[in-house]
C-alpha cells in the first residue's frame, strides 16, 4: 500500500507502517487518518507479518492533529462533523489496538498530541534520543483523546498523567524512560537499524502466544482476578494444542533455537 500521507513495507516477518508528510511534521489530517486505518487493516490481515513497526518520515514521529484542517473544522460549528471526527480517531485506535500482532512505535523525533495518543496505544516505544513526548493536548484547550486518557495513567500511573496531560510539557527521552513512558532510547545515528534489530527478536517468538498474552493482559486490566485466571485456562488450552508448544518444549530440550510456524 502507497497511499499519499501512509507507507507500507512489508518486509516478512516484519511490515514497517510510516507516516509520510514531513514537511508538516507528519501532521494528522482526515487523509493520513483514514489511510492509517486502512495500513493497520492491511498489514494485520497480512499471514507473514508478525511484528507490526509505526514510524515516522523525516524529523518527527506525529505532531499530532492538522491544526489547519481542525481550524476549519471549528469554523463550520457544525456538530455532527466534529462529532464524526472525533469517532473516525477512536476507530484507528480500535484497529490499532486489536491487530493479533505486536505493535512497535519506533519515535524517530517528536510525538505531540494525537501522535503522542497513537505511540501510547502501540505495544512498545523505542524512541531516539532525539525524540520527545508531549500530551499537548490542553495548549489548545481541549483534553487528552486517541485514546491518550485511557492508556497514559495505565502505562504512568495517575499522577505522572495528571502532570503530562494538565501541563502538556515535553517529556525528554531520558525522563520518559524513567517513568516507564517508553521501553528504550536509542542513539538517532542507526536508530532504525537498532529498531529492526528489536523488532526481528521479538518476531522470533511464537506468534500465537504473543496474539494471547496481548488479549489476556489487556483482559486483565479491567477484570478481577476470577476472570483473569479463567481466560488464561481457555487460552492456555488453545496454545496447549499448537505445534508451536511441541517445538518450543522439544527446542528447549535440545537445546536449540526454536523455529515457530505460527500454528
Not at 13 to 25: K, M, S
Not at 125 to 153: C, E, K, M, N, V
Not at 157 to 168: F, I, W
Request: with cysteine.
Amino acid at each position: 500500500m502507497n497511499a499519499p500521507h501512509v507507507r507500507v513495507d512489508v518486509d516478512p516477518p516484519l511490515a514497517w507502517i510510516t507516516l509520510a508528510r514531513p514537511e508538516r511534521l507528519n501532521a494528522l489530517g482526515a487523509t493520513m487518518r483514514d489511510d492509517l486505518e486502512a495500513a493497520l487493516r492491511e498489514v494485520g490481515g497480512h499471514p507473514e507479518v508478525r511484528v507490526v513497526v509505526l514510524t515516522g518520515a523525516g524529523r518527527a514521529f506525529c505532531a499530532g492533529a492538522d491544526l489547519d484542517a481542525m481550524a476549519d473544522l471549528l469554523d463550520r460549528e457544525d456538530e455532527e462533523t466534529i462529532v464524526s471526527f472525533l469517532e473516525a480517531g477512536g476507530r484507528v485506535i480500535r484497529r490499532l489496538r486489536t491487530l493479533a500482532q505486536p505493535v512497535v512505535a519506533a519515535l524517530n523525533g517528536p510525538a505531540a498530541g494525537a501522535g503522542a495518543a497513537l505511540a501510547l496505544a502501540c505495544d512498545f516505544r523505542l524512541a531516539a534520543d532525539t525524540a520527545t513526548i508531549a500530551l499537548s493536548f490542553t495548549r489548545i484547550g481541549l483534553q487528552p483523546d486517541w485514546g491518550a486518557s485511557y492508556f497514559l495513567p495505565r502505562i504512568v500511573g495517575l499522577a505522572r498523567a495528571l502532570d503530562l496531560a494538565l501541563t502538556g510539557r515535553p517529556v525528554e527521552p531520558a525522563e520518559a524512560l524513567a517513568m516507564g513512558l517508553v521501553h528504550r532510547v536509542l542513539p538517532s545515528d542507526g536508530f532504525r537499524r537498532a529498531v529492526e534489530g528489536f523488532a526481528r527478536e521479538l518476531a522470533t517468538r511464537p506468534p500465537l502466544a504473543l496474539a494471547a498474552a496481548k488479549r489476556t493482559l489487556s483482559l486483565a486490566l479491567e477484570s478481577d482476578l476470577d476472570a483473569v485466571l479463567a481466560h488464561e485456562q481457555r487460552e492456555q488450552l488453545t496454545l496447549f494444542r499448537t505445534a508451536d508448544v511441541r517445538e518450543g518444549v522439544a527446542a528447549f530440550r535440545e537445546k536449540r533455537t526454536p523455529r515457530f510456524a505460527g500454528r
